[in-house]
T-cell receptor, first 116, second 111 residues
Framework: DGGITQSPKYLFRKEGQNVTLSCEQN?????MYWYRQDPGQGLRLIYY???????QKGDIAEGYSVSREKKESFPLTVTSAQKNPTAFYLC???????????????FGAGSRLTVL | KQEVTQIPAALSVPEGENLVLNCSFT??????LQWFRQDPGKGLTSLLL?????REQTSGRLNASLDKSSGRSTLYIAASQPGDSATYLC??????????FGKGTTLSVSS
């Protein structure tokens, strides 16, 4: 089955540690996205990538980093510079680039990060 | 800056009722608008996508409309069922960037 796989589903981190969330898709989609969701809030865009080796900052990129070395993979690193990292992180992909018309997003199941 | 607002934040209805969820956005320069469903602790499932040139889309008991000039969209759910209980998110795709989401409407349908 085609889809998006996020891992781990749950992650606990001590303050000061960097952690990396994995996102893999086998949909042959060009674009991939990372969103953060806090309780009672909508999704906020962290980073997105339209093609391999290229990515753009979203509204809340500070304290996060990404890479896009392969079309299928878009890992997100939450660094120690992120002051409030406890949240639900969602990865998504789409067949078209964000600048085009059709852009149905497919989401992964999410990763819940808790800082102890 | 594009902002998306959803009203109401929460809604409780008895089974069988027809209901409307509202979404408004501040900038009409969008490519499309999407409605998603999210179950607790889960990812999002796309329900309907309306291109900027379209007025509405239908899927089963769901109908979404778009009035781009006034910056409004509605999601109509007919004959609601307990299985419809979830959070419904509206998102717009502005020119030049990725989807921007509202905070969602949490729907509870009682049997």
């Amino acid at each position: 089955d085609g889809g998006i796989t996020q891992s781990p589903k749950y992650l606990f981190r001590k303050e000061g540690q960097n952690v990396t969330l994995s996102c893999e898709q086998n949909l042959n989609h060009d674009a991939m996205y990372w969103y953060r969701q806090d309780p009672g809030q909508g999704l906020r865009l962290i980073y997105y990538s339209q093609i391999v080796n290229d990515f753009q900052k979203g509204d809340i990129a500070e304290g996060y980093s990404v890479s896009r070395e392969k079309k299928e993979s878009f890992p997100l690193t939450v660094t120690s510079a992120q002051k409030n990292p406890t949240a639900f992180y969602l990865c998504a992909s789409s067949i078209d680039r964000p600048g085009s018309g059709a852009n149905v997003l497919t989401f992964g199941a999410g990763s819940r990060l808790t800082v102890l | 800056k594009q902002e998306v607002t959803q009203i109401p934040a929460a809604l409780s209805v008895p089974e069988g009722e027809n209901l409307v969820l509202n979404c408004s956005f501040t900038d009409s320069a969008i490519y499309n608008l999407q409605w998603f469903r999210q179950d607790p602790g889960k990812g999002l499932t796309s329900l309907l996508l309306i291109q900027s040139s379209q007025r509405e889309q239908t899927s089963g008991r769901l109908n979404a409309s778009l009035d781009k000039s006034s910056g409004r969209s509605t999601l109509y759910i007919a004959a609601s069922q307990p299985g419809d209980s979830a959070t419904y998110l509206c998102a717009v795709r502005p020119v030049g960037t990725a989807l921007i989401f509202g905070k969602g409407t949490t729907l509870s349908v009682s049997s």
